[in-house]
């Protein structure tokens, strides 16, 4: 037999196998919002009495605790967990995921050179089968390349599933759209189109009327703009104790506060009580010795003081943070560490509280032409924006 005929052969066999409708939620860069907008469509769909299933291909968030105690069999990702609760999806709707992509798991391929491209994803094929009559969701790794060790980053899941793609794409400037460029030349006709997200909300109007209408000229379909959220981006004082390893002096029952904005009381007391009142939210840092600071960050809106340096705070200030309940932190680093460190937290955790949740839900159905996602793909769904 010809190659070609093998190859014709090979084709139908495998769109005989993977024939229920698949969109695969990607991005360019890690925490774009693309559990955001599977709330969202999955929501939608759910609205509609249309079923849906959700999943990761490559688990990238997982509790070490929730770890299976043998391989990957049943391993399902917090964040598909999460969605899945939040949406009240049915268990047996939570695609498994067959691999891990973190470091040990990485290393491990590579020692056993266990490179095979696409090695495991008839798991995928057998998972997203035929015989379910709705919408599979898949969300894939962080960036275009990631998962390319297990044979299952973005492309090559686009191909293998005959699935379309829905990228979400951060926006800083115009030259994000370098990004969108490469990622249509990589998924080629698989390439659904993009949603541009955490765009600044005064440049929402001229994103609209300018670069949309041009990338629509690159055959670049823009099926939304999503404005940037600091709710989206806050980070809760839980995970701010874990990342500085903080110490937590009092209100440890208040770890779920979200904190949006972060400043530090270095100034006079004065000025920063003036600075405090424009600010929203806030996590403060400042040193421990600072208690004038501290005490006018209590009566701002302030949902944590992180206290660096030498010193402990006196017992009026953590008398009156308990009045206030605002957990008080003290940590070992000097203010410049800790200040790093909760700067890259900032838009780079999960959305894992139901408040993110219902307002990413809302930020998607009212930014994004859900009904022109569903036309491209050619789902089935009638229902009004």
Request: aromatic share 4%.
């Amino acid at each position: 037999m010809s190659t070609f005929k093998k190859n014709i052969i090979l084709n139908l066999l495998l769109n005989k196998l993977i024939m229920s409708d698949i969109l695969l939620i990607g991005s360019c860069e890690s925490f774009s919002g693309k559990s955001a907008l599977v709330l969202g469509i999955a929501k939608k769909l759910l609205e509609q009495k249309i079923k849906v299933r959700i999943g990761k291909p490559l688990a990238t968030c997982i509790e070490l605790t929730n770890l299976p105690s043998m391989a990957y069999e049943g391993l399902i990702d917090d964040d598909v967990k999460f969605i899945g609760s939040t949406l009240d999806i049915e268990e047996e709707n939570l695609i498994p995921s067959v691999g891990l992509l973190d470091n040990i798991s990485a290393e491990k391929r590579i020692a056993n050179k266990d490179l095979i491209p696409g090695k495991g994803f008839e798991q995928i094929e057998a998972l997203v089968d035929d015989d379910f009559e709705g919408l599979n969701i898949l969300e894939a790794a962080g960036s275009l390349c990631e998962g390319m060790i297990y044979g299952l980053n973005l492309p090559q899941l686009a191909e293998r599933l005959n699935a379309k793609v829905l990228i979400v794409n951060l926006w800083e400037d115009s030259k994000s759209v370098d990004a969108l460029l490469d990622a249509k030349k990589q998924l080629g006709e698989h390439f659904a189109g993009a949603v541009l997200n955490a765009v600044e909300p005064e440049e929402v109007e001229k994103i609209k009327n300018k670069i949309i209408p041009s990338l629509r000229d690159l055959d670049i379909d823009v099926f939304g703009v999503m404005p940037k959220s600091p709710l989206l981006r806050s980070v809760t004082v839980g995970e701010l104790i874990r990342r500085l390893d903080a110490q937590v002096i009092c209100c440890p029952e208040k770890e779920q506060l979200l904190v949006e904005t972060l400043s530090i009381g270095a100034m006079g007391v004065n000025s920063a009580m003036e600075f405090f009142r424009r600010r929203r939210n806030m996590a403060v840092v400042t040193g421990a010795d600072r208690t004038d600071i501290q005490l006018a960050a209590l009566e701002a809106s302030t949902q944590c003081l992180i206290l660096t340096g030498i010193g402990e705070p006196l017992s009026q200030l953590i008398h009156r943070a308990e009045e206030l309940e605002v957990p008080i932190l003290k940590v070992e680093l000097d203010t410049l560490a800790s200040v790093e460190i909760i700067e890259q937290a900032f838009g780079h955790v999960r959305i894992h509280e139901s408040i993110k949740a219902s307002y990413a839900i809302q930020l998607v159905q009212e930014n994004v032409s859900l009904k022109r996602v569903f036309e491209k793909i050619n789902f089935p769904c009638n229902f009004p924006e």
